[in-house]
């Protein structure tokens, strides 16, 4: 079973607009992943955020995280239109051994 | 991607063969996976491995065989294809646990696209 869902399914925004990407967990986390898969090719880390983190940046992203709420949100500043890509969650879990669980993944648009 | 190749990168096979998909890192990292991507459901693990000759089973595992014989190399084995393994098949590497260790995530190898007919 799926551990993170990303929300929404699909995006579609213009270039400049911030995209903002949610993901729902459901078990205690040590950390949370984003990654970004563009069509065709494999999945690319972007960023790891740990479990007493609430937030980080990486250049034009910021990832939120708040456990309380077993939530995590994926922004992108100033958005191009080389963003476009599927974006993952993965969560890694103390129940999970020595792995991540993937969710199934925001489609993001950036129209030039 | 860097350190980490697939082979091949497109398959087609004939239900009922074995095929073997191969994953070769030059990272020298402990941890190996591979996954299968499908529409719907996102990314499911079937094997993983944390070091030569141990390896473990994940979420998808029936149908399916691994070894690694060598720290570089990580095989999967569908040991009689079916068309419900039609699927794309992507390896990953990562120097620690599930980059607990560091900032770093897992390395994807670029995938092979496997159709069974």
């Known amino acids: 079973s799926q551990q993170g869902e990303e929300d929404p399914q699909a995006l579609s925004i213009q270039e400049g607009e911030n995209a903002t990407m949610n993901c729902s967990y459901k078990t205690s986390i040590n950390n949370l992943q984003w990654y970004r898969q563009n069509s065709g090719r494999g999945l690319v880390h972007l960023i790891l955020?740990?479990?007493?983190?609430r937030e980080k940046h990486s250049g034009r992203l910021r990832v939120t995280l708040d456990t309380s709420k077993k939530s995590s949100s994926l922004l992108i500043t100033a958005s191009r239109a080389a963003d476009t890509a599927s974006y993952f969650c993965a969560t890694d879990a103390p129940t999970s051994g020595s792995r991540l669980t993937f969710g199934e993944g925001t489609q993001l648009t950036v129209n030039p | 991607d860097a350190g980490i190749t697939q082979s091949p990168r497109h398959k087609v096979t004939e239900t009922g063969t074995p095929v073997t998909l191969r994953c070769h890192q030059t990272?020298?990292?402990?941890?190996m996976y591979w996954y299968r991507q499908d529409p719907g459901h996102g990314l499911r693990l079937i094997h993983y491995s944390y070091g030569v000759k141990d390896t473990d089973k994940g979420e998808v595992s029936d149908g399916y065989s691994v070894s690694r014989s060598k720290t570089e190399d990580f095989l999967l084995t569908l040991e009689s294809a079916t068309s419900s393994q039609t699927s794309v098949y992507f390896c990953?590497?990562?120097?620690?646990?599930?980059?607990?260790?560091?900032?770093?995530?897992?390395?994807f190898g670029s995938g092979t696209r496997l159709t069974v007919v």
């Open positions: 990953a590497i990562s120097e620690s646990r599930a980059g607990g260790l560091g900032n770093y995530g897992y390395t």
């Open positions: 990272e020298n990292h402990r941890y």
């Open positions: 955020i740990r479990s007493n983190e």
